[in-house]
């Protein structure tokens, strides 16, 4: 089945530094997206990648979405002890609601 | 808009017993989704529904576990019997329409059982 691959699972970081998680698909994406999970939250939308080669940014997130519409990456330029949290992809494949999401990268941040 | 809203926040039950989680859609949202988030499974699709309609339930774990959504306000997840494995935040979240994919989770049930 289509499976979703997210690297590192965690990563911590001195604040200020950069931060970047990574997101493979076995198969071709219609889209991608990303979202936030603050400890004991729940996951909040980030940001949705449709075109091949798409780059878009939110302040300090970069998303990117592949030219071949299979793997994604996020990037946090100068980390903050707000940017903590679970950061999952999830993906949807062709037609339907059905996202696949990645097993996520927790981020810490030391300050 | 109060958000997706989910009952009870926190269940405790001991094996054996039925447990129902509730969830309440945003208002005009069409599709209703149930995860199920664990440390060594990551986050679960277990079931979908379009306009009140079973779409996938390819990730239900088994017979204990079914589903419905009478009206587009309403859902809920039932198991029964509960065991000790199913113990896992469960998430419900719905989606607007079609030409966006956002999802909108809600707070989450976390259950414990015993």
């Known amino acids: 089945g289509q499976q979703v691959m997210q690297i590192p699972q965690y990563q911590h970081v001195q604040e200020g530094e950069d931060f970047t998680t990574y997101c493979n698909s076995s198969?071709?994406?219609?889209?991608i997206q990303w979202y936030k999970q603050r400890p004991g939250g729940h996951p909040v939308f980030l940001i949705q990648l449709v075109k091949s080669g798409e780059v878009k940014k939110q302040k300090r997130l970069t998303f990117q979405f592949g030219e071949a519409k299979k793997n994604s990456s996020l990037h946090i330029t100068a980390t903050q002890t707000t940017d903590v949290g679970t950061y999952f992809c999830?993906?949807?494949?062709?037609?339907?609601?059905?996202?696949?999401f990645g097993a996520g990268t927790i981020l810490r941040v030391k300050s | 808009d109060a958000g997706v809203i989910q009952s009870p926040r926190h269940e405790v039950t001991e094996m054996g017993q039925e447990v129902t989680l509730r969830c309440k859609p945003i208002?005009?949202?069409?599709?209703l989704f149930w995860y199920r988030q664990t440390m060594m499974r990551g986050l679960e699709l277990l079931i979908y529904?379009?306009?009140?309609?079973?779409?996938?339930d390819s990730g239900m774990p088994e017979d204990r576990f079914s589903a419905k959504m009478p009206n587009a306000s309403f859902s809920t997840l039932k198991i029964q019997p509960s065991e000790p494995r199913d113990s896992a935040v469960y998430f419900c979240?719905?989606?607007?329409?079609?030409?966006?994919?956002?999802?909108?989770f809600g707070p989450g049930t976390r259950l414990t059982v015993t």
């Open positions: 999830a993906g949807k494949k062709g037609e339907g609601n059905k996202l696949v």
């Open positions: 198969t071709t994406l219609s889209n």
């Open positions: 529904f379009n306009n009140n309609v079973p779409i996938d």
């Open positions: 979240a719905s989606r607007a329409g079609t030409t966006t994919y956002e999802q909108y």
């Open positions: 208002s005009g949202h069409n599709s």
